[in-house]
């Protein structure tokens, strides 16, 4: 993690950029699809779990689109119902769709979610 180190007596001036933190714009992103038209997300960060749930959002039938940081999401079209065991494995979070999908269209069939096999012990982790 980078950090400043501010020395002397000189008064600061400029500006900082913050990026968008992942716990607060997942579940806003699951959230869209009950909208039902077109949400635009700014500061979105690039990470892989915005990017996993962009794809659930396409595969739920939004259309997106994301480019420097702003994410638009037109939940217009949604036409399904469930979440694919391949794309909720890909993060733990994938489970805030439940909610947002339930909503939407009166039913969820989702997995379980990522991080959550089996630990080889016999136990569930």
């Known amino acids: 993690m980078s950090k400043l180190i501010i020395e002397g007596s000189r008064r ?6 913050i990026q968008g933190a992942k716990n607060s714009v997942l579940p806003i992103l699951a959230a869209s699809i009950m909208c039902k038209d077109e949400c635009i997300i700014k500061n979105c960060p690039n990470i892989s779990d915005v990017r996993v749930t962009n794809k659930i959002l396409n595969y739920l039938g939004c259309s997106t689109s994301f480019e420097n940081g702003t ?9 399904k119902n469930d979440i694919p065991d391949f794309l ?3 993060m733990r979070s994938s489970i805030i769709f439940l909610g947002s999908i339930l909503g939407a269209t009166g039913k969820a069939e989702l997995s379980l979610p990522g991080g959550c096999e089996s630990s080889g012990d016999g136990g569930e982790t």
């Open 12 to 17: 600061l001036s400029g500006e900082v950029k």
């Open 71 to 79: 994410l638009i999401i037109d939940s217009k079209n949604i036409s």
């Open 88 to 90: 909720m494995r890909k």
